[in-house]
């Protein structure tokens, strides 16, 4: 449906929930930013960014009315440069704790990479805090609460226990944060919570964990009983670790040789039924946590189904295997005409240079060019399929919001940036 | 703010047409007509034609909308009341009257354009500090760093760069010094590194260690260790050819380009690693960028310590030439091939700097016949000792750490790269 349709019926079905934009115009766009943002080596990547939010926010309509973000590009270039700022004194002062206390590589290492997980997740409350104040409907702003120090901590600490479970305890901190981030989230003075199950979560996606990671740990064990141990330590031991003696210890244990096969096929079927099945994990979750919105008394519901989300993964494969093609094409063409055109110059140096930007020209563009293909068709893709699948109940409560709180810094859009964490 | 009539006039002269009120204080959409009257909109609710607000042509600003819709808030205002406008007629008699609105998006595009042209003049900017300013930065700013504070920092290292080149994990026995033959060659060391260390007058103490790798390269640590390989040795068909690349490794502390490169790794991390934003595929720029800069620098500073070594050996009463004649012969040995970025200007215009700045003359050797001797055979397994020095090609080490190889300056490559030339 173009948007002039939609529009000309201004007030849809009460309670539906519906996206109007064009994809044709959002490719546009971002293949423009992308080519910008580049040109600018990244500088401009705060007004794309601002741009993108725009379109999504304004073609998001909910019981008949828009979303509308009135964040400013300005305003992510002052958190940038506020959070280097932060950041920069931040690593040097690291870096010299940690040749003053004589530490080597592992343990700054360790502790360094837990600090900035923490930061990374504070900067992602606080730009999430950025991006509910930046969003209004019907002229009133959501906002978000919360310490954000304390989400950190408890994201930091859910991220544990999941690695420890081997995942199997995802369902319910994921739950668990995601309630936190609700019960601080308000529309004006409509307060909102979250009612996804951690329960519920947990049978839809066991199948897939049973796939993905159970047969490798069954094999593992499996692996286990095979090998007698007590042999494989005495074996160990008496080669001294040399070279050759790995393969003799499998000369002379053949069922280590099996039992290795194994875990590898296992370890391989594992991955490979995770990359098929990651499109089923993506729509199982993402039915979950819109299913789960409550603002007040009203209630979002999903009709999202599986299929759609497989249709929008497929197209992403389809679009980046003819980027590969075209990008292998183009470029075997251009260097062979490039390389004919220098190699009559006989300069060794100039022909290793030439191919060298030539190879570093075709990176970028295939990385610009897949990552602009991942935005376009599962990033705007799962926000439009979630928006079209969903619907409200109960959204008569949306008439009598009053206005409360104000805007926030951009400094957590500032962090995230500097960090690399951060979505759209 | 009222100004004329307070309900709605009927003449055509001045637009009016159905519209969607938000007055920001709740959520409730209100019905309105809109009138563009002279110096502002009047808003009148469509039920009771009351007038619900004025706002002046001064304030609108247009806000993010979808497609074929109009939407207008107030500057200055902390409400974010709305006016949503989709008669098209309306909408242009609007624009016509409200310059703050920017039909068209000219200005917003103007500002764009601004914003890029300036991105750009910032990356060629930088690009220009990266390339000049950043070493001749770390230049200045290496003699302030104190000695101790650089002697921490190569003992950090040392240990990352020890775990990497040990590949037996030989642990102690790497460096030969043990064992009647380690202990002569030991002796015979300190002596010719006596003799150098007197003509050099260095700031600081330096530490000379032989390790058992078969390749050909020496290279300094910040901090004054100086670690000299037993292909060094093995190929030196005398004491000068010694004295000459350890006199160049010495170069290297005494111009402290272990810290300079230090800091000019940080600085040029700094700039394209944190100014530069987060772009897809701009990981690729930056290493290039980077690898770029350092070797150009490289080739200078290599340089400089082909200029010191020739000095020193000439204070020493040594041949000064030696160190130009162990560079061609190794490199005969070996296909020179093309080497672009390679971090060392091609050996034969080394060679031929050297031989340039040194006077040709006799000079008596640096060691006694008996000393030289002793050191060839430093590394050589002792009569009742147990370790053996590893004989034939091995695989060159794994790539060393990004410390590690910054903080060395390597004679020959990188010294977790070192060349091998086949078996002895």
């Excluded at chain 1, 828009?66 to 040097?92: H, R, S």
């Excluded at chain 1, 040399?242 to 069922?255: A, E, F, H, V």
């Excluded at chain 2, 200007?345 to 030289?372: N, Q, Y």
């Amino acid at each position: 449906m173009t948007t002039a349709e939609a529009v000309s019926s201004p007030v849809a079905a009460a309670g539906a929930v519906r996206f109007l934009g064009n994809e044709g115009a959002y490719w546009r766009l971002r293949i423009k930013g992308a080519a910008l943002v580049v040109v600018t080596l990244g500088i401009y990547r705060f007004w794309l960014a601002t741009d993108v939010r725009r379109y999504l926010w304004s073609n998001t309509e909910i019981s008949g009315d828009t979303l509308e973000y009135n964040g400013l590009a300005t305003e992510l270039l002052i958190g940038f440069l506020f959070a280097i700022a932060i950041l920069v004194p931040l690593y040097m002062v690291f870096a010299l704790v940690a040749l003053e206390l004589d530490m080597v590589a592992v343990t700054p290492a360790l502790i360094g990479f837990a600090l900035l997980l923490l930061l990374g997740e504070y900067a992602l409350y606080r730009a999430r805090r950025y991006r509910l104040t930046r969003t209004v409907f019907r002229g009133l702003r959501f906002d978000q609460h919360g310490s954000p120090w304390r989400y950190a901590l408890y994201a930091l600490v859910c991220w544990g226990i999941v690695i420890v479970t081997l995942g199997l305890a995802y369902p319910w901190t994921s739950a668990f944060i995601e309630r936190f981030k609700m019960r601080n989230t308000s529309y004006g003075d409509l307060h909102g919570r979250f009612a996804g199950r951690g329960l519920a979560l947990f049978w839809r996606g066991l199948p897939i964990w049973l796939l993905v990671v159970g047969v490798p740990i069954f094999a593992i064990g499996g692996m286990a009983r095979l090998i007698d141990w007590n042999m494989l330590g005495n074996e160990l031991a008496a080669s001294q670790g040399g070279d050759d003696s790995m393969n003799t210890l499998i000369q002379n244990n053949p069922q280590l040789a099996m039992a290795i096969g194994i875990v590898i096929s296992a370890f391989s079927a594992s991955v490979l039924v995770a990359i098929v099945l990651y499109p089923v994990f993506q729509a199982v979750k993402l039915r979950w946590w819109i299913s789960g919105l409550r603002f007040g008394a009203v209630a979002v519901t999903s009709q999202l189904r599986i299929r759609q989300v497989y249709r929008v993964y497929l197209r992403l494969l389809l679009y980046l295997f003819l980027l590969g093609l075209l990008a292998s094409v183009m470029g075997g063409m251009t260097v062979a005409v490039v390389l004919g055109i220098v190699g009559l110059a006989h300069n060794a140096t100039l022909t290793q240079v030439t191919i060298g930007a030539i190879s570093l020209l075709l990176y970028v563009v295939f990385m610009i060019g897949s990552s602009t293909i991942y935005q376009v068709i599962v990033a705007a893709g799962l926000w439009r399929l979630g928006a079209q699948t969903a619907a409200l109940s109960g959204e008569a409560a949306l008439d009598g919001v009053r206005a409360t709180g104000t805007a926030s810094s951009a400094l957590g859009e500032g962090l995230a940036d500097a960090l690399g964490v951060g979505s759209i | 703010m009222t100004l004329t009539a307070d309900t709605p006039a009927a003449d055509a002269a001045t637009p009016s047409g159905p519209a969607i009120y938000f007055d920001g204080t709740c959520s409730v959409r209100n019905d309105v007509v809109v009138e563009a009257g002279a110096a502002g909109l009047r808003i009148f609710s469509a039920k009771n034609r009351r007038l619900l607000d004025e706002w002046l042509y001064a304030e609108l600003r247009r806000q993010a909308a979808p497609d074929g819709v109009l939407r207008l808030g107030r500057h200055g205002e902390t409400l974010l009341a709305r006016l949503e406008i989709r008669d098209t007629a309306l909408a242009s008699a609007i624009e016509d009257r409200a310059v703050t609105l920017d039909r068209g998006g000219v200005a917003e595009r103007r500002l764009r354009r601004k914003v890029v042209i300036l991105s750009l003049a910032a990356v060629v900017s930088l690009i220009f500090t990266a390339v000049i300013g950043v070493p001749v930065l770390a230049t200045r700013l290496a003699p302030l760093v104190p000695i101790a504070f650089e002697q921490k920092l190569g003992s950090a290292v040392d240990s990352q760069i020890r775990a990497t080149l040990d590949t037996k994990h030989l642990g102690a026995g790497f460096v030969c010094d043990a064992g009647a033959n380690g202990a002569a060659g030991r002796a015979a060391l300190d002596k010719l590194v006596g003799r150098l260390k007197a003509a050099a007058a260095l700031p600081y103490p330096v530490r000379v260690d032989v390790v058992r790798r078969p390749d050909f390269n020496a290279f300094a640590l910040p901090g004054g260790h100086i670690y000299a390989f037993q292909g060094l040795i093995d190929r030196a068909q005398s004491p000068d050819e010694v004295a000459g690349v350890l006199a160049h490794e010495m170069g290297h502390v005494a111009h402290r380009d272990g810290t300079r490169t230090v800091l000019q790794a940080a600085g040029l991390s700094f700039l394209f690693g944190m100014m530069l934003g987060d772009f897809v595929g701009g990981g690729g720029v930056v290493i290039a960028a980077k690898t770029v800069v350092r070797s150009s620098y490289s080739r200078r500073v290599e340089a400089a310590a082909d200029v010191y070594s020739v000095g020193v050996m000439q204070k020493a009463g040594g041949d000064p030439r030696a160190l130009a004649t162990i560079l061609a012969r190794v490199t005969a040995d070996k296909d020179e091939g093309i080497k672009i970025l390679a971090d060392h200007p091609d050996t034969k215009d080394r060679v031929i700097a050297i031989d340039a700045l040194a006077p040709a003359g006799a000079s008596t050797p640096l060691l006694g016949a008996a000393d030289w001797a002793a050191l060839k055979q430093i590394c050589a397994p002792s009569p009742a000792g147990a370790t053996t020095a590893p004989a034939g090609a091995t695989t060159a080490a794994a790539s060393g750490t990004p410390s590690a190889s910054a903080a060395g300056s390597a004679y020959g490559k990188d010294p977790s790269s070192g060349a091998t030339a086949g078996s002895k």
